[in-house]
């Protein structure tokens, strides 16, 4: 069956710019993460959505950042005013349910000129 | 202190060789995690345990929540084997993730 899907895979953008990230979590699954892993270091949480509610989002680095999910499906990573600092690889999952195995999509890579 | 720790950092070893590697922490957790991170960026998970030990071809994973210690064993060691490992900490709400271990196996 599908695993978890991110798009686009590849993002380049200049400074100031906003970019959109999507996460299509596997199907029938409540819970949807996002994480990032910048360059040489280690991942890090963002953002935790239980169905389409967000009860975690002490991970998100700034203002700058903000997510939502609808459907409880779908999700979207919005990052206004891109950074250089911004620029990383944005990992979403999604599991079953908040106490199950999560399933890791590929990624969007993004880099700010 | 950061809340989970992994050893070692890197770590090389020949086909064939049985691999172990580390991982300590030091909070209260609803379940470890191991995970894989292939070459190319992609993670897969490889055991979510809570308790005891489980198996998976040649892959062992424990956990001694008094101590809180878990191990990760590779048995007959590939190539195919060498990825980052990493260890993440499970609570309700999200993954705290282990810096990771470097694994190279060598022909």
């Known amino acids: 069956g599908a695993g978890v899907s991110q798009s686009p895979s590849n993002k380049v953008t200049e400074k100031g710019k906003d970019v959109e990230l999507r996460c299509d979590p596997i199907?029938?699954?409540?819970?949807l993460y996002w994480y990032r892993q910048s360059l040489g270091q280690g991942l890090e949480f963002l953002i935790y959505?239980?169905?389409?509610?967000?009860?975690?989002k002490s991970g998100l680095p700034s203002d700058r950042f903000s997510a939502e999910r609808t459907g409880g499906s779908v999700s979207t990573l919005t990052i206004q005013r891109t950074q250089q600092e911004d620029s990383a690889v944005y990992l979403c999952?999604?599991?079953?349910?908040?106490?199950?195995?999560?399933?890791f999509g590929p990624g969007t890579r993004l880099t700010v000129l | 202190k950061n809340e989970v720790e992994q050893s070692p950092q890197n770590l090389t070893a020949q086909e064939g060789e049985f691999i172990t590697i580390n991982c300590s922490y030091s909070?209260?957790?609803?379940?470890l995690h191991w995970l894989q991170q292939h070459p190319g960026g992609g993670i897969v998970s490889l055991f979510m345990?809570?308790?005891g030990k489980k198996k998976h071809g040649r892959l062992i994973a424990t956990i001694n929540i008094q101590e809180k210690h878990s191990s990760l064993h590779i048995t007959a060691s590939h190539p195919r084997d060498s990825a980052v490992y990493i260890c993440?900490?499970?609570?309700?709400?999200?993954?705290?993730f282990g810096s990771g271990t470097q694994l190279t196996v060598l022909p």
């Open positions: 999952a999604s599991s079953f349910d908040r106490s199950n195995e999560q399933f």
């Open positions: 909070v209260g957790i609803s379940a």
């Open positions: 959505f239980q169905g389409n509610s967000a009860p975690d």
């Open positions: 199907s029938g699954h409540t819970a």
């Open positions: 345990l809570s308790s």
């Open positions: 993440a900490l499970g609570s309700a709400r999200q993954l705290t």
